[in-house]
């Protein structure tokens, strides 16, 4: 099976964060990193299903694959973004934990945590924007590149 990482839709109206104030939204910082998949056998694939060569990276601090992980790799350390398992954000959350790995995550209910965070975060040089998970939507493994409207993808303050 072909793995790709879903792409989160751009914010464009508030209608795109129906249940933020009820907490069905997670937030986590949309880093400046080169996206990839590292599959169970450790070998890297990008977004696009191409192999990356993992020489580049081989001195980072690597998790060991037990399942697929959506990565982004930075100059001196990888964050593991999400795990490729078709549950819910919470569920991945417990097995990465199971796993030995931290699913770096906020719970959010107002936009003046996400703008908060979004200037924060941006402040930093490391990250270009935050990046909104509905948490009780299933990791979609599909064959298609089409972005993933539960997830929603916020660059500038709203």
């Not at 599959?39 to 081989?58: E, L, V, Y």
């Not at 097995?95 to 719970?107: K, Q, R, S, V, Y």
């Not at 490391?126 to 972005?147: F, I, Q």
Request: charged share 30%; net charge neutral.
């Amino acid at each position: 099976m072909i793995f790709y990482p879903p792409a989160p839709v751009l914010y464009t109206e508030r209608s795109q964060l129906t249940g933020l104030e009820n907490g069905e939204f997670v937030l986590q910082p949309k880093w400046d990193g080169r996206r990839a998949v590292q599959m169970p056998d450790g070998t890297f694939r990008s977004k696009r299903d191409k192999a990356i060569d993992k020489q580049p990276w081989c001195d980072l601090p690597l998790p060991e694959p037990k399942a697929p992980m959506d990565l982004e790799l930075m100059r001196d350390r990888v964050h593991v973004l999400d795990l490729m398992l078709p549950t819910t954000f919470d569920e991945r959350k417990k097995i990465a934990e199971m796993l030995g790995l931290n699913l770096f995550d906020l719970n959010v209910s107002s936009i003046d945590e996400i703008n908060y965070c979004l200037r924060e975060w941006k402040a930093s040089g490391e990250c270009d924007g935050v990046v909104l998970k509905r948490r009780s939507v299933p990791y979609p493994l599909r064959d298609s590149l089409r972005p993933l409207s539960d997830w929603v993808k916020v660059k500038r303050l709203i």
